[in-house]
């Protein structure tokens, strides 16, 4: 059965680094997330991307948030200067078809120092 | 924006039991709602969804009711088994492709 991948699956970095995640979403997929998830807290959404544009972000996404899709098969969320309140989990998630199930990739997890 | 209250936040149930998770939301235009299942140190799983049109929906031993007028959905599991121990979410999306979740129950069934 096809999955969700992301790399790496564990990323150490320093307060004010930029980051880059990766996920690989299934192929015939069109629809993509990326969510949070704060350890021991609910999974929170932070944007989702359709047609090679955002087509909805939380108030979590801000300027230092930003989803690209640079080729046929990666999706990654970069951020730009990271803080220690970015420590959490990631996980990337695609769906076929607009709102319909959605596939969680296994996550990363980002450690803050 | 939207707000998914979630109940309880944990629950013990032995096994055979059912168990049953209730969510609120306070946006009245919301209109889909999955459920998913996380085991601890995994990724989310999709166990169930339900969308504004139906007010039961149910998959084996997984049911899900939705009120609309309340604003309210719940989550049943029947004769439960060890190995429905995990995390719960429910969430919400309104019009787009915004989820709101819940803040998890944490099912825990005695063998």
């Known amino acids: 059965e096809p999955e969700v991948t992301q790399t790496p699956s564990h990323q150490v970095t320093q307060m004010g680094q930029e980051v880059i995640l990766r996920c690989v979403p299934i192929?015939?997929?069109?629809?993509f997330y990326w969510y949070r998830q704060i350890l021991g807290q609910k999974v929170e959404f932070l944007v989702s991307?359709?047609?090679?544009?955002?087509?909805?972000k939380s108030e979590i996404f801000d300027d230092q948030f930003s989803v690209e899709r640079p080729d046929g098969s990666n999706f990654t969320l970069k951020i730009r200067s990271t803080k220690l309140e970015d420590s959490a989990m990631y996980f990337c998630?695609?769906?076929?078809?607009?709102?319909?199930?959605?596939?969680f990739g296994p996550g990363t997890r980002l450690t803050v120092t | 924006g939207e707000n998914v209250e979630q109940h309880p936040s944990t629950l013990s149930v032995q096994e055979g039991d059912s168990a049953v998770i209730k969510c609120t939301y306070s946006?009245?235009?919301?209109?889909?709602f999955p459920w998913y299942k996380q085991e601890l140190g995994k990724r989310p799983q999709l166990i169930i969804d339900?969308?504004?049109?139906?007010g039961e929906k149910k998959d084996q031993r997984i049911a899900v009711t939705l009120n609309k007028t309340a604003k309210h959905f719940s989550l049943h599991i029947t004769e439960t088994q060890p190995e429905d121990s995990a995390v719960y979410f429910c969430?919400?999306?309104?019009?787009?492709?915004?989820?709101?979740f819940g803040t998890g129950t944490s099912l825990t069934v005695i063998p």
């Open positions: 991307f359709y047609n090679n544009e955002i087509s909805e």
């Open positions: 998630a695609s769906s076929e078809t607009d709102r319909g199930e959605q596939y």
């Open positions: 339900i969308r504004s049109n139906v």
């Open positions: 192929s015939n997929h069109l629809y």
């Open positions: 946006d009245s235009a919301s209109n889909y």
């Open positions: 969430a919400a999306s309104n019009t787009g492709n915004q989820f709101y």
